[in-house]
């Protein structure tokens, strides 16, 4: 949903609700190529989630991980390094780079010694209390420490979005801004879009594997009667072949899960059978 520049809007709305940036920078947000350069033949390549420019050429990586990765932090750093290296043309001042922001969105619990669910990390000298720059920024936003009450925050309210696991949660986050009912009606759209998908795809390669075991069956049959040197073989083969292919394809069938309907619609064997397979 966030990479899509058509739903520019929604995806300024959160940067919005996690970044302290100024909003001028919002009035030109471009989603870009996720590719980070790399700068010699045999560097390590990557690719973020979605990755976007502002209007002042601020570079922003938002990152989902829903397991666990040992390595996070270091990919991370990595990918950050790639964003800065890659905005220095040869010949160019260091003055051209521009501050780099990842938002890290985790399903685990990343920072284990702190019990916020929002943190924002830069260059900075913990003994005398001195930031060096902002021009690198993480941002880690982790759902498991979401509190059971509302903060009052947008953010919460985007992160309980984003946590959400049916239709019952998204509806009541829904009712809270325009927003998120806008939010909810994309997310449900594209589910929708993504069963239907599914739904194709799984019946139409119901069909294809049906086709090939009827071919199998055939070819098996014909040479079975061809073996026996009759006509009659040949015939009782074919039709003994398209039967088993049958057999076999709803035994398959059935034992995936399917529906006796669907069963009945890509075989034609009687629902009697089918259920005594």
Do not use: C
Request: hydrophobic residues 40%; charged residues 35%; negative net charge.
């Amino acid at each position: 949903m966030f990479g899509d520049q058509r739903r520019i809007k929604l995806l300024t709305k959160f940067l919005q609700a996690v970044l302290d940036i100024p909003a001028e920078e919002y009035k030109r947000v471009n989603v870009i190529d996720p590719n980070v350069k790399k700068e010699y033949r045999k560097d390590k390549a990557g690719i973020l989630d979605v990755k976007i420019s502002t209007k002042s050429g601020k570079v922003i990586d938002v990152e989902i991980q829903v397991e666990p990765e040992i390595p996070l932090i270091e990919r991370i750093v990595f990918y950050q390094g790639k964003m800065v290296t890659e905005q220095i043309g040869e010949g160019e001042d260091y003055g051209v780079i521009k501050q780099v922001i990842t938002i890290v969105i985790t399903d685990f619990i990343m920072i284990q010694n702190s019990a916020a669910y929002h943190h924002t990390f830069r260059y900075y000298d913990a003994q005398h209390r001195v930031e060096l720059t902002d021009l690198k920024e993480i941002h880690t936003l982790e759902l498991p420490k979401l509190p059971k009450k509302s903060d009052t925050t947008e953010l919460f309210d985007w992160l309980m979005l984003i946590r959400a696991k049916n239709r019952e949660e998204y509806d009541m986050i829904a009712k809270k801004k325009p927003v998120f009912e806008e939010v909810v009606a994309v997310v449900k759209q594209l589910s929708a879009d993504e069963q239907a998908r599914m739904e194709y795809d799984k019946h139409d390669m119901w069909r294809m594997d049906y086709a090939a075991t009827m071919r199998n069956a055939t070819r098996k049959g014909i040479e079975k009667g061809r073996a026996e040197g009759k006509i009659e073989g040949k015939i009782e083969g074919k039709i003994e072949g398209k039967i088993e292919g049958k057999i076999e394809t709803a035994r398959n069938m059935k034992a995936k899960g399917y529906s006796i309907a669907d069963i009945i619609d890509i075989t034609e064997l009687p629902e009697e059978e089918i259920k005594q397979l």
